[in-house]
């Protein structure tokens, strides 16, 4: 209040201001709603979520990332444990769940300190070590992978997809991608890298999903573009261009005075002639499949399928760059320096599904390669095919670090032994926040447990004393409730995933934690958003 006992206004009208302890409250209590939303859908016995959107249009989904991001979260700090099952699904490709999962629980576990009068920087600071020390632990407890481990690999496929919509197929898929992988990885040396998009994965209705195939290439969306073409070719040579098979409208409006009929007819020639010789020089390159992603004039199509060229027009430009990886050809753009042309041993028009699509495929040394996901319903192949990215995912992410560690809990559980060892080593106050922090990890034992039918608390316990008599890949067997050695078992993760969802779960857990104010502003003026930016 001012002298006159007027208040004073800092803020536009409409804003609204959260201070201190309630702001921190409310923002944890955010955090938590939205972990305790996902946390059913953790593990093999995980349940789904049925999303409608606005429109209608249903989801069924398992995966953590893509519940968050189709339920349109408003509450600002809700929106922050939203963005770290954005990161991890952009670093990791899976692991969603769990990340999210555990910054509730860091933030559940951060509040009851709270509670007991501790600061929040204090604990912030105890995270943080735990988080560094979590990281030095892990990689300690991991074991190698390289590429030629293939069983390996198909144990990474087969953990990430078991309990999902592909449950029944996994043996089937896991094949798949492993052959997919073995095409497009880069390795140099020791390092091994595999590039996420270069197995790409199309998806068609009908069929099952046992009825899902690689294709050495590419398969397109598209049409062959004329009827008098081939529908097949065999010993393809591919040209790829970016550039128009048309006269430019701007060429032919470009004030074309026509007085008598003698000179429309001698424009007329000149335009064939020129569209002729477009053919030649495609004709001449040896081509016998040309992709444009541009248009091409329906004389050029005439002129093309005379000569048994297929072609196909305004192909997407991520597709023609993906052409380009599969089949070895260069993109050309200009008709008078065409470059390399591309190989496959079939291009094809094939019809599945009531669609029309060109399959490139027996490329003999292919960057790019093509799942196609099959399958009853729509439901079905949408969620396969998020299942199958978190297996490239997970194998991505296992040969890039070279690392991988057993799954069911058993990590959590080693993690927890050692930071609490650790913690013994630190002052009281921090001793507490690492502790906190371990305590919080046994939120994925417990959750895998409940979800499973399991009483939580039981299999903790047995855990621990697994863990503690050195057996230090116990995990916990969601189908029978036993204990179990989950590294025999074959489940199977990258270690990556593991540190990925704790860097940023606890960054997340720290930085609302830190926060003791939240100034919002009204609606911002009608007028004003209306504005264009320059
Ligand atoms: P996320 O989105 O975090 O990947 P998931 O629903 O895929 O969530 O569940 C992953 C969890 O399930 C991991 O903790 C993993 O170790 C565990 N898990 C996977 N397969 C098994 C299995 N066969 N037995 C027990 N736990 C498993
Ligand atoms: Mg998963």
Sequence with gaps: MSDNNQPIYILPEGSKRDQGKSAQRLNIMAAKIVAETIRTTLGPMGMDKMLVDTLGDVIVTNDGVTILKEMQIEHPAAKMVVEIAKTQEDEVGDGTTTAVVLAGEFLKNAEKLLDDGIHPTVITKGFRIAADESQRILKAYAKDIKLSDEDLILSIANTAMTGKGAEFDREHLSKIILEAVKFVVNVDGTKV??????IKIEKRLGDGVEDTELVRGIILDKEIVHSGMPKKVKDAKIL??????EIKETEIDAKIQITDPSQLQSFLDNEEKMLKSIVTKIANSGANVVFCQKGIDDY???LLAKNNIIAARRVKRSDIEKLALSTGAQVSSSLDELGKLGIAEVVEEVRVADDDMIYVRECKNPKVVTILVRGGTEHVVDEIKRVIEDAIGDISAALKVGKVIPGAAASEMELIKALEKFAQTLPGREQLAVKAFAKSLEIIPKTLAENAGLDPIDVLTELKSAHDKGEIHAGINVFTGKVMDAWKEDVIEPLKIK?????????????ILRIDDVIASGEAPQSSKDQPED
């Design 300 to 302: 050029v199509q005439h």
């Design 193 to 198: 890298d595999l590039n996420r998009d270069s």
């Design 240 to 245: 790829l261009l970016d550039i128009p098979l």
């Design 499 to 511: 540190t990925q969802a704790i860097k940023s779960a606890s960054a997340v857990a720290m930085m």
